[in-house]
């Protein structure tokens, strides 16, 4: 049964198609640990465990020993296998090295939720021949996740070039006048090609889950 | 042939599919109406003039005396006829009277990119039952964009309850502590219900623009 | 007597019919020990002890070894016992499991302040049929708070729902553009609905306090 | 008929116990007049014009003639009698001559939904003798109002002093560092006594009903 | 002789290199006209006038007839004949039309302070080709000064692809979340690439200034 | 009598030694006439309006003709002579010619609250010979009031320079990151000199009346 | 000699009166050793260091082994006896036990530099009766340092009641919207009495060397 | 060849004249060592590591252990002798000894860059005398680099002085207002001297990277 200090969203499914997440960040060990045994009986549904910290992810593989664990982008999925893939293409590309665990996070995500995915890291304006080396790549993608922090350039960029929607997905990569995230957001938001959905700064889980809705048949 | 002052991306239909749009905002009434005289020529792809001013939709006028004129959404397009409906369902929802403009200049953005779109006003939170009557439109939808200013809590509530993908449409609405719309825009990019894309304060363009494209077939 | 550093505020149940609150986090655990020296001699009125570290706990314990303490609350009163209930009903919900240790603050506040209280955690917007199944209990309440952080969308929905007014306390819950509560506590303070009184960030004692007030005979 | 760009919360009375009040605005005149029209046949529920500049005034006199309007306050009310005060006293004070205006949107706000009121003006801290003269008013009451802009000073100083919770309204009275009110909104927030409950700047609407909600028998 | 409300830097040009210019914003007619009625025994150092309104305008015109005068930019200049160029070639790029009069008022200021000087418009990264088809005129700049609004990205990429400085000059342009120009400087505070140098939002007058200085001899 | 929208601090004379100041800006015409009036019957103590638009000046010349009125720094004062001068020296310097509105408020402040004065204007630290000019003027100085917008600079280099306490004065004269004064009042926060004391933004009146203070004998 | 990553400003005693302090917040201890074993032979003025970390104290005490030293206040001073007091009275009053250190700091750097100190603690307006009961001593004092943190309402109260100058010390005590004490700074930016100086978060030397100054002879 | 998780721009050199530099702050160290690992191959361009923390560093020394470290400024360089100076000559001044770190990182960037450097250290403008005893060196300069925290109001004197550009390196050095370090950014931003280039928050990289474009000949 559930915990009484959870209330699992197991209607969740059934009624938008995707499954409940466990949110690991403002919780103890010890709520993860019951959160993990009540899904067990559960395992005709993917739970994904986001914001893991390893004692996070400690609690879980004692419940579920077999679940897969991701630990640079702090998930975990269990039963550990990804649906067989579906539906349209799913790009990630990561402005930076730095931003690379944000991008994973939102591609694991996506590939849980069933989509085909594919990453490129390592992309910035600053050497723009990287992004446009890519072009085939990224106008075969059903949606375009571009993860980037600093100057939050990138997104406008990827839009500009091809007709799939950009889901813009911020990091707190940088420092000073990056305010944490908050610089790379707003570029995002005043993007000036069209067709860039914003998502929270180190978001992978929201950007993926996204892409999989747009990417869906 | 083009004014000095304007570069016009004529190939963004061939590189993106969807065309370029005119930001009146910044721009003098004479500015516009030489972009508009210099589409003229275009009649093969629909031209979109936004956040036109009533001097600024003169000088269109002037120039495309047959183009089509909303001034509540502040949007002109030229040739005025959308193109036959194709791709999803597009659903724009409004949380109050108030965001009506914003949540017009999508759904006509929408249709005039090639989208099939419906339109509901006045359905926010604070009288649960308006948006609880609306599901049935709702789950039909490929996409629904969501308008709503001060608390903005709107869309993470449609969120939770279908399987599409939503577009949170931020609006100025309100006083104070709405911070010119700034509250609402940090609800949706905090949206507890996963699968809301956030794009600008009161960029109804910018709204409409991506729902096109994530319904589009 | 009094120590130096400190000059508590004794005459305050007689002006306001509510006792002092000792606010731990700014003071060395001597400190807080001369303060709970000096309340042991007046058992007639409760002391709470607020934002108590664990070495602040341990500090109030040595000198009143029979206090109540609550760990996840970060709270002490003494002496132990609670004032039998009177008044009208506090409803305390939290809108996910990381948003229980401030409701459990303003949950035990308004029982130390003397009013019967009821708890209901993980009843955010994202399953809204969670918060809909406990209509009933809010409908009992004469006032009801609500703790919830990220979009804090649910004292909007609450307090459209029922005549009671409804406190909300917004919480640190969440990242990046959550901005440590700030997104939460605006969401509140626009309220699409009437009926909304705003505390501070993770403000369960002041939560508490008000709610006590409010349903004072 | 309600009209196609508002959807009336005609239930809210019977939910909540307190009636739709219809925000001006952001309306143009003729939308606001449309709902006046609507409203006509329901006599049996007073409905509140808030925010109304004088065209809106003017729209809904001209479809309800015997309208009350307080022009100070921006509010219209229809029918124009205020029931039979019942319940607990509401007490409004003001800081200053310039946050009159808010002041008695509150009173006018909590006197339409039925209770007794009274209100005091230019009470400010900078001369305290003009609060501390009104302690025997303010012990009377069942809960206060406190409009402040600036420093927002004067509801901790009000808070301290009476058992009855303080309803904390800040003004956008003020300059420069005043931030439009964000200043006193946030003293407010922070108030070192407790008991003291926030609403949106220069909300006199939310004051108002929260007021007679918590002054209910 | 100097006016009593101003004391003229006169020693500017021989401490600096370069002369004062004069800040018209504050200031009334009368002291503009005042000024410039004391520079006119000056002919041998060039004054300019930045952020001219038409009644500034038309109060130093009166005093100096022959004044150079463009009202797009704000900026007057007297004597009105810029030095014959020297050092190297600056070039002033615009990211949209509506960049257009700060783009302006950098390029005519480097002139009016002895550089050779280019201007080219509405070259943003939306449309990227724009920008690549210049390579060759900006690889041949001795500095670029880049003004964009919005998204802010342009300067990044320019800076990427050249050896040059670049002068990122943000714009007021843009709504909402561009936070009156705050967005696109954040942007450009935290260029990915290097070798981008920032001035203040609007700020054509100091670009222009500071591409004087770097493309000197 | 006194009009019942206004409670005057009469008693502040007595209580502080300074008498009561009317803040025009937040009040009607007539509430300012009635306040005039009132004060008529006391021309034992000095009575100043501040912030006062022309229809406030109207006002108060009607009630009390022979006032005196300063237009640009928004003051009028009632009986008109200061008393004659006692104490230490005000100096009131400001940066630049667009500064002098907030520095006059000010000196005149200082003036008719009894202390001497005197005022210097344009010697912003860009030409940093024009301050140290005036360094025996500064050292004679009991209190030196520093009036500057944009950076703010020039309070840290004055205080640097004489044994006086400096009162820091941002004003609003400055655009885009200028934020409306907030950088000057951040500058002068944190002046790596010590001995700045800093007010509100524009806010001449309180920075005169802390200087009259200081420097009272 | 002075070590080559610091300049000592010795001259500043003969120029401002009053001598320079060490900032120890951004130095290594070695360079904090090195500054003291320069001042050494200087026993004839007194050198303060601020913001004395541990291992920042210890690398003084080892140069100057007679140094006095405060770990509260972060503080130390070298000769160890402060001048015999001379000016005017200077009353530093904390709000709360939390605000101690910052207020504890001013006071010693008022004594430091010449001046006869009271200090006053836990006196905040939530318990309005504790200011009250010192009015004697306030009316005493030349200048009145007043610290607070979270509303920052006391000192507006303080000012309303005495004719000397209030310096408002704001601190970083309190939690959410108090934000790290820019909520208490605004609030005393906007004090709605006449007559309070702002200084710094936090910065207890700012407020001690201007009240020493201020109550000089 | 290239990790994986690495793109680097190895075309720069040839296509800006300058080398790619590695941000080491948001990799791992096993990242960085890869990265080391990989440049080892081209001695041809000199590598900058940039914010390298003690576990950064050790592993590049790892992999290139004859390369330059420097561990106030957090990098390391690779091949570790800095190319023959050429070009003009830049001058970096510290306000503080607390903003030596930043300005080291300033000056070793620009003379791996390949320009001749000078360091000046603790000239802030609290003690005035100290950067003006520098003027023969600034006068030399072609390009000078201020850092400052605090009040960030060196640069704006200094560009007051000199024909040559400044380059205004904000630092994090402060408390309170300061904000981390905005408060000297909005300062900067704001210089009333025309002539002043700002950059990030601590970038001393970046100030370094553009002098030496500055004073390439
Ligand atoms: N990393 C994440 N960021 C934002 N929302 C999340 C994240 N992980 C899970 N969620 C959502 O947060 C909710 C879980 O919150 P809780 O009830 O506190 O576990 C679920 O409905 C998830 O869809
Ligand atoms: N002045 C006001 N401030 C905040 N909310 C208001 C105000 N006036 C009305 N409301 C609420 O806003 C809603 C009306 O919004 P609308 O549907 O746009 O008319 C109603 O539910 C009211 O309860
Ligand atoms: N706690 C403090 N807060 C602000 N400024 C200080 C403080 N302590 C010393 N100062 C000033 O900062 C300067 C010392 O900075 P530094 O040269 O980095 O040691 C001196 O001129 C002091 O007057
Ligand atoms: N300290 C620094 N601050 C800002 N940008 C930097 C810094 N160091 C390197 N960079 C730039 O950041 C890019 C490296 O980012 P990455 O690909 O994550 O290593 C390079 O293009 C550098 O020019
Ligand atoms: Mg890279
Ligand atoms: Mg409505
Ligand atoms: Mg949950
Ligand atoms: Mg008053
Ligand atoms: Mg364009
Ligand atoms: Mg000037
Ligand atoms: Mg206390
Ligand atoms: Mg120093």
Same mark, same amino acid.
């Given at each position: 049964? +559930?915990?009484?200090y959870a209330e699992l969203d197991l209607e969740r499914t059934a009624r938008r198609g995707y499954p409940e997440a466990v949110y690991c960040a403002g919780k103890t060990a010890a709520q993860v640990a019951g959160i993990a045994a009540a899904v067990r009986g559960r395992p005709d549904v993917i739970t994904l465990f986001t914001r893991a910290q390893p004692e996070h &992810? +400690? &609690?879980? /593989?004692?419940? /579920?020993?077999? +679940?897969?664990?991701? &630990?640079? &982008?702090? /998930?975990l999925a269990w039963p550990p296998t990804p649906p067989p893939p579906s539906g349209g293409l799913v790009v990630v590309a990561a402005a930076g090295t730095s931003d690379l665990s944000a991008a994973r996070e939102a591609e694991l995500t996506a590939r849980y939720l069933g989509r085909p995915t594919e990453l490129v890291v390592d992309v910035g304006v600053a050497g723009l021949h990287r992004i446009l080396g890519r072009l085939d790549l990224l106008r075969r993608a059903r949606v375009v996740v571009v993860a980037a922090g600093m100057d939050g350039a990138l997104p406008s960029v990827v839009a500009g070039l091809i007709p799939a929607p950009v889901i813009a997905l911020p990091t707190s990569v940088g420092y000073g006048a990056a305010l944490g995230g908050l610089a790379p957001l707003l570029t995002m938001l005043n993007a000036c090609a069209p067709g860039v959905a914003v998502v929270n700064i180190d978001n992978g889980y929201g950007a993926g889950h996204l892409a999989a809705q747009i990417a869906a048949d």
């Amino acid at each position: 049964g +559930a915990p009484r200090y959870a209330e699992l969203d197991l209607e969740r499914t059934a009624r938008r198609g995707y499954p409940e997440a466990v949110y690991c960040a403002g919780k103890t060990a010890a709520q993860v640990a019951g959160i993990a045994a009540a899904v067990r009986g559960r395992p005709d549904v993917i739970t994904l465990f986001t914001r893991a910290q390893p004692e996070h &992810a +400690a &609690a879980v /593989l004692a419940e /579920l020993p077999d +679940a897969f664990h991701d &630990a640079d &982008a702090g /998930l975990l999925a269990w039963p550990p296998t990804p649906p067989p893939p579906s539906g349209g293409l799913v790009v990630v590309a990561a402005a930076g090295t730095s931003d690379l665990s944000a991008a994973r996070e939102a591609e694991l995500t996506a590939r849980y939720l069933g989509r085909p995915t594919e990453l490129v890291v390592d992309v910035g304006v600053a050497g723009l021949h990287r992004i446009l080396g890519r072009l085939d790549l990224l106008r075969r993608a059903r949606v375009v996740v571009v993860a980037a922090g600093m100057d939050g350039a990138l997104p406008s960029v990827v839009a500009g070039l091809i007709p799939a929607p950009v889901i813009a997905l911020p990091t707190s990569v940088g420092y000073g006048a990056a305010l944490g995230g908050l610089a790379p957001l707003l570029t995002m938001l005043n993007a000036c090609a069209p067709g860039v959905a914003v998502v929270n700064i180190d978001n992978g889980y929201g950007a993926g889950h996204l892409a999989a809705q747009i990417a869906a048949d």
